[in-house]
């Protein structure tokens, strides 16, 4: 299995644009998290779905940021308009319930690291 | 949301045991112990679970005490690729809803010495 795959890696962008940012899950799992790292607020997590329904969006920080989940393989965080203080790396993870021959660990991707200048 | 608490450093000698502790005294019947480590530049990565019994792998051997409010995370032989931030953490993983989620604290910081 190729793990899960976020793209892009490296993103750099002028405030104010648009970011997209992609997450395909590991085939199977049923649920998708979406956290973002800084170096002040390490690891919060923003937004997991489960079965393509989102669950708990409290994290998200705002209206500017969104995700979706229209398929079991595929999921995007986007956010419009970009803003400096959104510079960090965010990482998405996804997971299956124990009794689907998993044990419910969240397997993370290599992340995307955005810079908003 | 149970949580843990964590000391936020520890230094170790290579090739010596490291014992990591962490403390989650609000522990419910149904939540699996969760440890998970972040190398520099790269995402989180599981370690270990349990849940009541010590529980051993390739990578580390978990401890959980006896009432499971605390629990300490073994490396036999520290080395220093071990050199990361260590996470305990409770995930419910029978249920939907918040119980499933992981929330990371900040983890403890472990440095290993040549």
């Known amino acids: 299995d190729a793990g899960v795959i976020q793209s892009p890696r490296h993103e750099v962008t002028e405030m104010g644009q648009e970011v997209t940012l992609r997450c395909k899950p590991i085939?199977?799992?049923?649920?998708l998290f979406w956290y973002r790292q800084t170096m002040m607020r390490g690891l919060e997590l923003l937004i997991y779905f489960n079965n393509n329904v989102p669950i708990d969006d409290s994290g998200m920080p705002e209206d500017r940021f969104s995700a979706k989940m229209p398929n079991a393989s595929f999921s995007t965080l986007k956010i419009q308009p970009s803003e400096p203080r959104d510079s960090a790396v965010y990482f998405c993870a996804s997971s299956g319930l124990i009794g689907t021959s998993n044990t419910g660990e969240l397997f993370f991707g290599e992340g995307s690291r955005l810079t908003v200048l | 949301d149970a949580k843990t608490t964590q000391p936020n450093s520890m230094e170790s000698n290579e090739e010596e045991p490291v014992h990591l502790p962490c403390n989650h005294s609000t522990i419910s019947g149904t939540d699996y112990i969760h440890w998970y480590r972040q190398l520099p530049s790269q995402g989180p990565e599981y370690v270990i679970h349990?849940?009541?019994s010590n529980v051993n792998n390739r990578m580390a051997s978990l401890a959980i005490a006896e009432d499971r409010k605390s629990s300490t995370l073994i490396l036999h032989r520290a080395t220093l690729r071990d050199a990361a931030v260590y996470y305990c953490?409770?995930?419910?993983?029978?249920?939907?809803?918040?119980?499933?989620?992981?929330?990371f604290g900040k983890g403890i910081t472990l440095s290993v010495r040549p």
């Open positions: 349990g849940l009541t």
């Open positions: 085939s199977g799992h049923d649920y």
């Open positions: 953490i409770l995930r419910d993983p029978y249920h939907t809803g918040a119980n499933s989620k992981l929330t």
